[in-house]
């Protein structure tokens, strides 16, 4: 069975710098996706960012970016020139590509991040 | 346009009590899924829609867990017999895609149910 696994409960950033949330995963198959949730408080969890494991270069949207390491199965989420609105809880997730997949996500514990004005 | 929408957004229900969660996927997607996410974990799968065909229910933790999505558009989630140990967020999201891939999924905000 797949695993995530985020090693940081909490992260804090200053605004206007750049933090990195770990996410590392245990799976045996070779074709998967990954992907980066947030969820505000009390407001519902949006997409991030996606990486297809098949892709070596890395995912990037905006402020976001990730650091996409297949052999030691880490992915790791940038965010840089962090903005008040990027506190969070950050998610971490996997998704099967094999054909009898149905496409759940799977789901570290998650990484609550402040930004410090 | 409109995205997943869940109702009650809150429930608070006594022990033994039935409870219904319902949810209202993005209009045309095909697939949905429900996750139960307990205070301070990520969410955790609980079943899979394609369209009415209810094609995964591992997830759901008892027989006590019931999905239906009769006409391949809204679903509802039944507690039956509730217990303490089944408060948690009860999230729904929906997909265009009837297979995962890197298609996003997108959530509803949750219903939050508290048992006592």
């Known amino acids: 069975a797949q695993t995530v696994t985020q090693s940081q409960p909490e992260m804090s950033v200053q605004e206007a710098e750049t933090v990195t949330l770990s996410c590392t995963y245990d799976t045996s198959e070779s074709d998967y996706y990954l992907f980066w949730y947030k969820q505000p408080p009390s407001r519902q969890m949006i997409l991030v960012i996606r990486?297809?494991?098949?892709?070596?270069q890395n995912a990037t949207e905006n402020r976001f970016s990730v650091n996409f390491q297949k052999a030691a199965k880490s992915f790791s989420l940038k965010i840089s020139d962090s903005q008040l609105g990027d506190a969070a809880m950050y998610f971490c997730?996997?998704?099967?590509?094999?054909?009898?997949?149905?496409?759940?996500?799977?789901f570290g514990k998650g990484t609550k991040l402040s930004v410090k004005p | 346009g409109a995205g997943v929408s869940q109702s009650p957004r809150y429930k608070v229900a006594k022990r033994g009590q039935d409870v219904a969660l319902r949810c209202d996927p993005i209009s045309g997607h095909v697939s949905l899924f429900w996750y139960q996410q307990a205070l301070g974990q990520g969410p955790e799968f609980l079943t899979y829609f394609q369209n009415e065909a209810q094609l995964d229910k591992s997830g759901l933790p008892s027989d006590r867990f019931f999905a239906e999505r009769p006409e391949g558009s809204v679903s509802t989630l039944k507690i039956q017999r509730t217990q303490q140990e089944d408060s948690a967020v009860y999230l729904c999201?929906?997909?265009?895609?009837?297979?995962?891939?890197?298609?996003?999924?997108?959530f509803g905000p949750g219903t939050r149910l508290t048992v006592l």
């Open positions: 990486q297809e494991a098949y892709k070596q």
């Open positions: 997730a996997y998704r099967s590509a094999s054909r009898g997949s149905q496409g759940n996500l799977i």
């Open positions: 999201a929906s997909s265009t895609t009837p297979y995962g891939g890197s298609h996003e999924q997108f």
